[in-house]
């Protein structure tokens, strides 16, 4: 069957200060791969998600960005933390076409 | 670009009796998914049910259906025989379906919670 992790499941960084956030998906090939986040209450928005190695599509224009350097792992990286990058952040994966199954998410506090 | 709505922020109601919470979106799209995902105080999303858009039938599983009014845009999830596990976040997502990228759309969610 297959799995989906998220690490850290949480983080609390200052302002300015980089972030790497990794998600990985087993049991699996090919899948696409999605990062979503979540303010306080309101729902998830995307922000990239990806088709294949290599391949990358932002959704909203941001502070963070997006990698997959293999074909089931998914990174989300900024260069430099804002306090507006706070947030509950989600990976997720899907076999086209179909639902998405959801990673256990990441907790961001930016200071 | 497509928009859901979700008009309920919060719903409250009793063990074992029937809640529908409503979802209407807007799209210009003929061919699409629909979700209805909860997501409880651990904050883990999980697939509650899914409905294709060529499809007339309802979908069901379990104790939980939708009503699914293409027309009209709307897509209701009922949730019959509610139980304490049911308290949680539930949130409406459209998609359509394309190679290049299939991102789900949210609503804002509602909030519900099963009194015992």
């Known amino acids: 069957s297959q799995t989906i992790h998220q690490w850290p499941a949480t983080l609390v960084q200052p302002v300015g200060s980089p972030l790497s956030l990794e998600c990985t998906v087993e049991?699996?090939?090919?899948?696409?791969l999605y990062w979503y986040r979540q303010a306080a209450g309101r729902g998830l928005q995307l922000l990239f998600y990806?088709?294949?190695?290599?391949?990358i599509s932002s959704e909203v224009p941001q502070n963070l960005s997006a990698s997959r350097p293999q074909d089931r792992q998914f990174i989300l990286s900024s260069k430099k933390l804002l306090l507006s990058d706070s947030g509950f952040y989600l990976c997720a994966w899907s076999d086209f076409p179909g639902e998405q199954y959801f990673g256990p998410g990441t907790r961001l506090t930016v200071t | 670009a497509q928009t859901v709505t979700q008009s309920q922020p919060e719903m409250s109601v009793q063990e074992a009796e029937t809640v529908t919470l409503s979802c209407t979106y807007d799209?210009?799209?003929?061919?699409?998914?629909l979700f209805w995902y909860k997501q409880p105080p651990s904050r883990q999303m999980i697939l509650v049910i899914r409905?294709?858009?060529?499809?007339?039938q309802n979908a069901t599983e379990n104790r939980f259906s939708v009503n699914f009014q293409k027309a009209a845009k709307s897509f209701s999830l009922k949730i019959s025989d509610s139980q304490l596990g049911d308290t949680a976040m539930y949130f409406c997502a459209f998609m359509k379906p394309q190679q290049g990228g299939d991102g789900l759309t949210f609503g804002k969610g509602t909030h519900l919670i099963i009194q015992p």
């Open positions: 409905q294709e858009a060529y499809k007339q």
């Open positions: 049991g699996t090939s090919n899948p696409n």
């Open positions: 990806s088709v294949g190695i290599g391949q």
């Open positions: 799209t210009s799209e003929n061919n699409y998914y």
